[in-house]
Antibody, heavy 119, light 107 residues
Framework: QVQLVQSGAEVKKPGASVKVACKAS????????FTWVRQAPGQGFEWMGW????????KYEQKFQGRVTMTTDTSTGTAYMELRSLRFDDTAIYFC?????????????WGQGTLVTVS | EIVLTQSPATLSLSPGERATLSCRAS???????LAWYQQKPGQAPRLLIY???SRATGIPDRFSGSGSGTDFTLTISRLEAEDFAVYYC?????????FGQGAKVEI
C-alpha cells in the first residue's frame, strides 16, 4: 500500500536550517511528484511547492523562493524539503503529499507530518 | 491567488443528519480542479473528493461533491460518529495551490 513516512520532530534556533525527509513506498516514485504543505498551530494550510519526477519540474511558492529547496533521491525513494533562515513564524507541522507527475492533481496520500519548532 | 471561502465555519449536527458544506472561489477554478479533505486532530488530512465530484479510493458513498466554476459543495448524506472532523476544500488548478480556512462538523 502507498505510504509516506516523514522524519521526526525538530527544534531549531532562528536563522538555522531544517531538512525534512519523506520516504515513499508502495508505488513507483518515478511516476509521481511530491508536494509540501505546512500547517501552523491551530491554523490552515499553506502550500510551499512541488517537485516532479522529471528534471526541471519544480515550482516553489513565491513566498518561500530563495529559502526553500526540494529534492528527490530516487535511489531511496525519499523526498526532502530544506527550509533555511528559519524564523519564529516557521513553527508548523510540515507535510509531504503525493501528486501526479505534472503537479496538477489532488494530494492523494500524505505523510504523517513533521513538527518543526523554531525557538 | 485564488481565495477559497468555506461556510459555515462550524456545523453542529447529530449522527444520522445531513451535512452540507460550501466552498466559494474568488475566481473560476479551471477543469474543476477542486478537492475536499477531512482532518481529525493530530492526523494528516485525508483526500475525500477530487475533480469536484469524484470520490477518492476507499471513501464511502455517503460523501459526495458537486459544483463547478466558483461554487462547490461537499455533502455527507448521513453523518456517522467518525465523520465529526474539520473539512477543507482546496484548488489545484492554479499556482499557488490554496486551501479554504476549514469547516468544523461537530456533534
Amino acid at each position: 500500500q502507498v505510504q509516506l513516512v516523514q522524519s521526526g520532530a525538530e527544534v531549531k534556533k532562528p536563522g538555522a536550517s531544517v531538512k525534512v525527509a519523506c520516504k515513499a513506498s508502495g508505488y513507483a516514485i518515478s511516476d509521481y511528484g511530491f508536494t509540501w504543505v505546512r500547517q501552523a498551530p491551530g491554523q490552515g494550510f499553506e502550500w510551499m511547492g512541488w517537485i516532479g519526477p522529471d528534471i526541471g519540474n519544480i515550482k516553489y511558492e513565491q513566498k518561500f523562493q530563495g529559502r526553500v529547496t526540494m529534492t528527490t533521491d530516487t535511489s531511496t525513494g525519499t523526498a526532502y524539503m530544506e527550509l533555511r533562515s528559519l524564523r519564529f513564524d516557521d513553527t508548523a507541522i510540515y507535510f509531504c503529499a503525493r501528486v501526479d507527475r505534472f503537479g496538477f492533481s489532488a494530494f492523494d496520500y500524505w505523510g504523517q507530518g513533521t513538527l518543526v519548532t523554531v525557538s | 491567488e485564488i481565495v477559497l471561502t468555506q461556510s459555515p465555519a462550524t456545523l453542529s449536527l447529530s449522527p444520522g443528519e445531513r451535512a452540507t458544506l460550501s466552498c466559494r472561489a474568488s475566481q473560476g477554478i479551471s477543469s474543476n480542479y477542486l478537492a475536499w479533505y477531512q482532518q481529525k486532530p493530530g492526523q494528516a488530512p485525508r483526500l475525500l473528493i477530487y475533480g469536484a465530484s469524484s470520490r477518492a479510493t476507499g471513501i464511502p458513498d455517503r460523501f459526495s461533491g458537486s459544483g463547478s466554476g466558483t461554487d462547490f459543495t461537499l455533502t455527507i448524506s448521513r453523518l456517522e460518529a467518525e465523520d465529526f472532523a474539520v473539512y477543507y476544500c482546496q484548488q489545484y488548478g492554479a499556482s499557488p495551490r490554496t486551501f479554504g480556512q476549514g469547516a468544523k462538523v461537530e456533534i
